[in-house]
């Protein structure tokens, strides 16, 4: 079974810097068999994807994030990051990542098989 930990979220003024962390644990759990994600939920609206990473596709980001988030993994720690800059109020919400297999194809638009619990992030003007 695989577990997903997000952590790292807060309150920032626009034009601010966070970097989201997921931590991951599970027996087995190989970064180079999965696409990561990260996805975000703002209060009344569906939940989006944001970015994603993979061995084969590389990464991708929405096109609201470009040039201002960038995501990575880090294999020997287990770790998917989220850095964000040049934050604006309309990238308040519920950050989540997420895990799915197989590696490829890897885009926001497939079902995801695993989820963290989620951190928030709130920007204000």
């Known amino acids: 079974q695989v577990q997903l930990v997000e952590s790292g979220g807060g309150s920032v003024q626009a034009g601010g810097s966070l970097t989201l962390s997921c931590a991951t644990s599970?027996?087995?759990?190989?970064?180079?068999?999965?696409?990561l994600a990260w996805f975000r939920q703002a209060p009344g609206k569906e939940r989006e994807g944001v970015a994603t990473v993979g061995r084969l596709s590389g990464t991708f980001y929405v096109d609201s994030v470009k040039g201002r988030f960038t995501i990575s993994q880090d294999n020997a720690k287990r770790t998917l990051s989220l850095e964000m800059n040049s934050l604006k109020p309309e990238d308040t919400g519920m950050y989540y990542c997420?895990?799915?297999?197989?590696?490829?194809?890897?885009?926001?638009?497939?079902?995801?098989?695993?989820w963290g619990q989620g951190t928030q992030v709130t920007v204000s003007s």
């Open positions: 997420a895990a799915r297999i197989p590696t490829y194809p890897c885009n926001v638009g497939l079902p995801f098989d695993y």
């Open positions: 599970g027996s087995g759990f190989n970064y180079n068999a999965y696409c």
